[in-house]
Structure formats: structure tokens, C-alpha cells
T-cell receptor
Framework: NAGVTQTPKFRILKIGQSMTLQCTQD?????MYWYRQDPGMGLKLIYY???????DKGEVPNGYNVSRSTTEDFPLRLELAAPSQTSVYFC????????????FGPGTRLTVT | EDQVTQSPEALRLQEGESSSLNCSYT??????LFWYRQDPGKGPEFLFT???AGEEKEKERLKATLTKKESFLHITAPKPEDSATYLC????????????FGTGTRLQVTL
């Protein structure tokens, strides 16, 4: 199993541009999450999904959108990028039941200038 | 609002010098506490889950313990390869499986 994969690894955007961060997991996990990590701050939840077709906002959803059309994929869309969205983005997934731990992807480092 | 506080922010140890990292929490209805390791430029890597006060988990030189207010990650005779940031997170009732993370402890182990 590859686990949780994310693309791209790095990206530089200009203010006002849009992009999609890709996340795929091959563990058949129903729960998937998007976090952002800023220096000196804990990981903050942006959006999460409990299964295909079901998504909900986390702590910091403004400026982002998500969709979940399949169990495997959970893309994060940035519309009208702003410097405040400069961060490292992590996708995670977990099983529906059991021990609740989340498994993380390698991250996408995004810079908005 | 759930709060997780980790201390110290940074810790420098010599190889073989044992120490402990602290994670204190203020939550309603703790269901689980997680420890993760994060290397620079990588995603967090799962280490342990603790569910109830008094529980302990061990893995190589690491041992995690849990009380009703805090968790400790004890590092015994650390090696340079243990250098990383260690993150603590809590999972509570009524949060639809969302985790609340602390800001982490950055550990450096030198020869």
C-alpha cells in the first residue's frame, strides 16, 4: 500500500490564482481530512469527509473548497489565493471504526506571493 | 473549546540523556490521545494511542503515559535519530473524529 499520497509537493502561486491540491489514499478509509500547518502553530483542520459525497467544515475553512466523489480521492481547492494561505497542507485518513488514529500524507508546501 | 498544550517548545539532549515531554489537555469527554513524530519536510507519523488514565504504551526508546490531565512521552537513552518534532493530539466525544493538536516539542539529540 502507498498509504496517503499528495501532489504536488511544492507550488508557488500568484495572488488571485486558483489551484487544486490532490490527495489519494489506497487503504479504503472512509474518513479523510485536510489540515494546514503554519510555523509555531498546531495543525488546523480545514475540511473533513466521513465518506464519498459527504463533507463538512473544520476550524479554518474560509478560502477553500472540497469534494469527495470517490472513497480514494479528496481534493482541496483554493480559489483566489491569498498570502495568508501560504502554508504546508497535509491530507490524512482513518478507518471508520477501530483505533481512530489518522495517517498522514507527505504534505504540499504552498507559497502565495 | 478543547485545548492542548505541549512543553517544552524545544529540548536539546545529549545521546543517552533521558527526559520527558509533556502534553497537558483541557477537553470535554476525552476519547483518545495520540502521539505523532514529525521529521522536517515530512507528514506526521503515528506513534501511540492512549485511551484511559493509567494506560502506558512503549516502542523502542519511547514510552507514553496518560493521566486525567496530561500525557508524558518518556525518551530513554535517546539517539540522534530520535531528533524530530513530537506532536500530541486529542480526540473527544461529539467532534466527529476531529483531532485537536498541540504545537509540538522540537527534540534535538546530539552526540
Amino acid at each position: 500500500n502507498a498509504g496517503v499520497t499528495q501532489t504536488p509537493k511544492f507550488r508557488i502561486l500568484k495572488i488571485g490564482q486558483s489551484m487544486t491540491l490532490q490527495c489519494t489514499q489506497d487503504m479504503n478509509h472512509n474518513y479523510m481530512y485536510w489540515y494546514r500547518q503554519d510555523p509555531g502553530m498546531g495543525l488546523k483542520l480545514i475540511y473533513y469527509s466521513v465518506g464519498a459525497g459527504i463533507t463538512d467544515k473544520g476550524e479554518v475553512p474560509n478560502g477553500y473548497n472540497v469534494s469527495r466523489s470517490t472513497t480514494e480521492d479528496f481534493p482541496l481547492r483554493l480559489e483566489l489565493a491569498a498570502p495568508s494561505q501560504t502554508s504546508v497542507y497535509f491530507c490524512a485518513s482513518r478507518e471508520t471504526s477501530g483505533t481512530y488514529e489518522q495517517y498522514f500524507g507527505p504534505g504540499t508546501r504552498l507559497t502565495v506571493t | 473549546e478543547d485545548q492542548v498544550t505541549q512543553s517544552p517548545e524545544a529540548l536539546r539532549l545529549q545521546e543517552g540523556e533521558s527526559s520527558s515531554l509533556n502534553c497537558s489537555y483541557t477537553v470535554s469527554g476525552l476519547r483518545g490521545l495520540f502521539w505523532y513524530r514529525q521529521d522536517p519536510g515530512k507528514g506526521p507519523e503515528f506513534l501511540f494511542t492512549l485511551y484511559s488514565a493509567g494506560e502506558e504504551k512503549e516502542k523502542e526508546r519511547l514510552k507514553a503515559t496518560l493521566t486525567k490531565k496530561e500525557s508524558f512521552l518518556h525518551i530513554t537513552a535517546p539517539k540522534p535519530e530520535d531528533s524530530a518534532t513530537y506532536l500530541c493530539a486529542v480526540f473527544t466525544t461529539g467532534t466527529a473524529s476531529k483531532l485537536t493538536f498541540g504545537t509540538g516539542t522540537r527534540l534535538q539529540v546530539t552526540l
